[in-house]
């Protein structure tokens, strides 16, 4: 396939636009004069659906929000025959992406990867923060390199409509590397009320995630992920201001501007 910008006469399909990155990047676009099409994440695996999404799209924002790689194969094959370019929306703690990755590098078709670092939306702890100021979780220690889902759309954006990115696999994170425990108390001084963190044991988080129907492998990818992190944290990357040409956003500024969801 011919590599070629995406401008406003082209087309971008935002595969989950109402998802925490997907909606930033259908914004972004726009702002830019980039016509966007968004399509279900759950729509992915129907082929009619797909197959009239893709059309006419010059390049894609995928993210694959299944525990599983099952259909894959043939959603990356719509993609390689129809698209010019895919946007692969993955993550540093990888489990079925891995096999989606491998799908599009045997596709033939041009594409990036962007791995996010743990997306600075903790809105998994809304609830335990509302309801009694106190996160039950394990590996308070473990640092990590939460990235502004703002910035992520923004290198999502130069990816989509700029030649240059096709085959390159980029670390996003923010700049600075917080533990969990520190992160819970910044989301606290932001709202304006006391939160605390409660360390649990592994195999307690772990049940507490199986019982919220999450897939075992999964479970035990994510585990696993924040355990290293307890004694290596990751270092910070420079590839959001390398791309965009501004910093990244840090946790502070994250959570003073999603402060009202925690009240």
Not at 70 to 98: I, K, P
Not at 138 to 149: I, R, T
Not at 174 to 198: F, L, N
């Amino acid at each position: 396939m011919t590599e070629k910008r995406v401008d406003e006469a082209s087309l971008v399909l935002v595969v989950g636009a109402s998802g925490t990155v997907g909606r930033h990047v259908g914004l972004q676009l726009a702002a830019a004069g980039v016509r966007v099409r968004t399509l279900t994440q759950q729509a992915l695996l129907d082929p009619s659906t797909l197959e009239a999404a893709v059309q006419g799209a010059g390049a894609v924002l995928l993210g694959w929000p299944f525990a599983e790689a099952d259909g894959a194969t043939d959603v990356v094959g719509v993609l390689a025959r129809d698209v010019g370019r895919v946007v692969f929306l993955s993550s540093a703690a990888v489990r079925a992406e891995d096999e989606v990755e491998a799908l599009l590098a045997g596709s033939g078709v041009p594409h990036t990867v962007l791995r996010a670092h743990g997306f600075a939306a903790a809105l998994q702890w809304v609830e335990e923060i509302r309801s009694g100021g106190a996160v039950h979780g394990y590996g308070g220690a473990a640092g990590l390199n939460p990235v502004d889902e703002r910035d992520i759309a923004a290198v999502a954006v130069r990816a989509l409509t700029e030649d240059g990115h096709d085959g390159a696999h980029y670390l996003l994170t923010g700049p600075e590397c917080p533990t969990q425990a520190e992160q819970v108390g910044i989301i606290g001084e932001a709202a304006g009320r006391p939160v605390t963190w409660q360390e649990i044991p592994r195999e307690a988080a772990r049940h507490r995630m199986l019982a919220n129907r999450q897939p075992q492998g999964a479970v035990d990818g994510a585990l696993d992920f924040i355990h290293a992190r307890i004694t290596t944290p990751n270092p910070a990357t420079t590839t959001v201001r390398d791309l965009t040409g501004h910093p990244p956003r840090n946790f502070r500024t994250w959570a003073t501007d999603h402060a009202a969801l925690f009240r």
